[in-house]
């Protein structure tokens, strides 16, 4: 299962203790993927779509619990290009509901006249969250962490994509908006934001296991940079060892050991004995022990010494 659906299900198990929020979250569900028809003339329709089975029974249960509305999910089979299946809540509407019936048709067309969502629809903390919900139940989709870090949002409205941007920035999340076909595209690519959009909308699940992928991807990519670092190093000590003991031996050729005055004839034997040995730890080796700036020091005149008497047997 992607990652995506993973994220739904573990969203569409989630229904809210508290009437407010149930309200807010079909409210988001029916604003994005719902319509009302006209059965006959004493009926209307209520229609809601959802891609997971979870999502439609969601649907079905909020509109229960919230109107008492005698509803049912069909399942629509197949079509011909798309591989997903979709599934529809209907619930009927008696006419003579007329109140409830203006309270569905607000809702449906709020986002869709570009009006401001009913304020005391999101006024609290709690149905913010229940909104952004059912938002990402209808038209959300998120990467699987071990990938690319993605989670956007398809809308068609330009002013429900501002709503949302707005909402998101109440819980300090920033959004971006690309326009794609016909759709514009709300999306989030930090991690540390996606993280927080899932805790905001409740994944609980879900946030820690792209928590877990997260730390598993830092942790590697520090181990990298430092295996990196390890070998620059090594590669940087051997060069100059390699340097250090042609001039060594090139030096003892054309001298003997005896030339070398004893505390530079030790370091250039510790030296062609441990080339892999960075200064400080050449010094450990010497006796009595040097410090690392003091190994550097007798290095640099060693060197000299060896360049000065091989410029001048090649004269
Ligand atoms: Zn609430």
Request: net charge positive; glycine share 4%.
């Amino acid at each position: 299962m992607s990652f995506s659906n993973q994220v739904k299900e573990e969203l569409a198990r989630e229904i809210s203790d508290k009437a407010c929020c149930r309200r807010a979250e079909l409210a988001a569900l029916v604003h994005v993927n719902g319509r009302i028809i006209k059965t006959d003339a004493e009926r209307l329709k209520l229609v809601v779509q959802a891609e997971q089975a979870g999502t439609a029974r969601k649907i079905y249960t909020l509109i229960k619990s919230l109107y008492g509305l005698q509803t049912t999910v069909q399942a629509e089979p197949r079509r011909r290009f798309k591989k997903t299946r979709i599934y529809e809540v209907h619930a009927i509407i008696s006419n003579r509901d007329a109140d409830l019936w203006q309270r569905l048709q607000d809702l449906n067309a709020a986002s869709k006249k570009g009006r401001r969502l009913g304020a005391d629809l999101i006024r609290r903390n709690c149905c913010k969250r229940s909104y952004l919900r059912g938002i990402f139940l209808s038209r959300g989709f998120i990467n699987r962490p071990e990938g690319e870090y993605h989670l956007e949002i398809i809308l068609q409205e330009l002013s429900l994509v501002k709503e949302i941007q707005r909402l998101l920035s109440k819980f300090n999340l920033s959004s971006r908006m690309v326009e794609r076909k016909l759709n514009l595209v709300l999306y989030i690519k930090e991690g540390e934001q996606i993280v927080d959009f899932l805790r905001v909308v409740g994944a609980h699940k879900a946030l820690l296991d792209f928590e877990n992928v997260r730390i598993l991807k830092s942790m590697r990519n520090s181990i990298n940079r430092q295996v990196n670092c390890e070998t620059a190093n090594l590669a940087k000590i051997v060069d100059a060892s390699v340097r250090q003991i042609q001039l060594i031996n090139r030096l003892v050729e054309l001298k003997g050991w005896e030339f070398l005055p004893a505390h530079l004839r030790d370091l250039a034997r510790v030296r062609i004995e441990y080339p892999d040995k960075s200064l400080k730890e050449l010094g450990d080796l010497l006796d009595p022990p040097l410090s690392k700036s003091g190994v550097a020091y007798r290095m640099r005149k060693l060197e000299q010494l060896a360049e000065d008497i091989i410029e001048i047997s090649l004269r």
